[in-house]
Nanobody, 123 residues
Framework: QVHLGESGGGLVQAGGSLTLSCAASGRTGRAYGMGWFRQAPGKEREFVATIGYNGHPTSYTDSVKGRFTISRDNAANTVYLQMNSLKPEDTAVYYC????????????????WGQGTQVTVSS
């Protein structure tokens, strides 16, 4: 069993920045991938970014490329999502996920999920 806990969400003005964190605990094992997804009201959960165990590969959805950066600290079992130049359309609940694969953009490849953290971007 793996437990994930997100933090760092909040309210920010358009153009601002936030950094999300996701700490993993329990039987994390080794060589696991992590990812960030988001879900806006009335929409399905969508892929944002993913990272392999050694920091690569990384992958991003097109709408966040150049603005968001995913990274991880394996000693702390923590993955981060640095979000810059935030836009109102980035407003959503952000979830981190744990996958046995070396990172994936496919939601069904993720075995464990955190409870989510709200990000709200005002215009």
């Amino acid at each position: 069993q793996v437990h994930l806990g997100e933090s760092g969400g909040g309210l920010v003005q358009a153009g601002g920045s936030l950094t999300l964190s996701c700490a993993a605990s329990g039987r994390t094992g080794r060589a696991y991938g992590m990812g960030w997804f988001r879900q806006a009201p009335g929409k399905e959960r969508e892929f944002v970014a993913t990272i392999g165990y050694n920091g690569h590969p990384t992958s991003y959805t097109d709408s966040v490329k150049g603005r968001f950066t995913i990274s991880r600290d394996n000693a702390a079992n923590t993955v981060y999502l640095q979000m810059n130049s935030l836009k109102p359309e980035d407003t959503a609940v952000y979830y981190c996920g744990y996958t046995y694969y070396s990172g994936s953009s496919l939601i069904d490849k993720y075995r464990y999920w955190g409870q989510g953290t709200q990000v709200t971007v005002s215009s």
